[in-house]
């Protein structure tokens, strides 16, 4: 079955700076890939994904970069601010839509 | 809209105990599931359910889990016999189409068996 990993687990980052999160999957038939983000105490809310067919896709200070040759998408996040800590988690869906399956989380720390 | 509502937000138990969750998904969506969460395992899809028809149960750890779904409106995941190693939270999420895109998840159930 798919295999997603998820790099780093922890990131702490300087407020204003970039945070960078990357996963790797492992069935070349996924063909949907979806950021969600959790705050403590909440269940994980979608924020951005991006498809097969598109090789970037961005929203405000958010990007996610997709390369199929290498099975590598990322998220970026520009200008962070401390509402943006929080785990953040990949996940990707094989063909047929039927098991969405996600990485191990980052937890992203934006300090003052 | 409120969103997915889950319930109870925390269960306690003892070992042995039958415990029941319960879901409301957000009105309108055709597709629901039941995830759980650990340390250990990050994000496990235990069931879902398209048009309130169970679709996929290959992630139900054993037969002392079972789910339901009468209406369109519920669902309930329920726990008999429960056992320590249950501990964890449990989200329902439901989502508009009959794929698992764009899930929207509950606040959770923080389960734990003493």
């Known amino acids: 079955g798919e295999n997603v990993e998820q790099h780093p687990s922890t990131l702490s980052v300087q407020e204003g700076d970039s945070a960078v999160i990357k996963c790797t999957y492992s069935?070349?038939?996924?063909?949907?890939f979806p950021w969600y983000k959790q705050e403590l105490g909440k269940g994980p809310q979608l924020i951005i994904d991006?498809?097969?067919?598109?090789g970037e896709k961005k929203d405000q200070r958010i990007a996610v970069t997709l390369n199929k040759t290498a099975k590598h998408f990322s998220l970026h996040i520009t200008e962070t601010q401390p509402e943006d800590s929080a785990v953040y988690f990949c996940?990707?869906?094989?063909?047929?839509?039927?098991?969405?399956?996600f990485g191990t989380g980052t937890q992203l720390k934006v300090e003052l | 809209d409120a969103g997915v509502i889950q319930s109870p937000r925390h269960e306690v138990t003892e070992m042995g105990q039958e415990v029941t969750l319960r879901c409301k998904p957000i009105?309108?969506?055709?597709?629901l599931f039941w995830y759980r969460q650990t340390m250990m395992r990050g994000l496990e899809l235990l069931i879902y359910?398209?048009?309130?028809?169970?679709?996929?149960d290959s992630g139900m750890p054993e037969d002392r889990f079972s789910a339901k779904m009468p209406n369109a409106s519920f669902s309930t995941l329920k726990i008999q016999p429960s056992e320590p190693r249950d501990s964890a939270v449990y989200f329902c999420?439901?989502?508009?189409?009959?794929?698992?895109?764009?899930?929207?998840f509950g606040s959770g159930t923080q389960l734990s068996v003493l």
């Open positions: 996940a990707s869906l094989t063909g047929g839509g039927n098991k969405l399956t």
């Open positions: 999420a439901s989502s508009p189409g009959v794929t698992n895109e764009k899930l929207f």
């Open positions: 359910f398209n048009n309130n028809v169970p679709i996929d």
């Open positions: 009105s309108g969506h055709n597709s």
């Open positions: 991006i498809r097969s067919n598109v």
């Open positions: 069935d070349s038939a996924s063909n949907y």
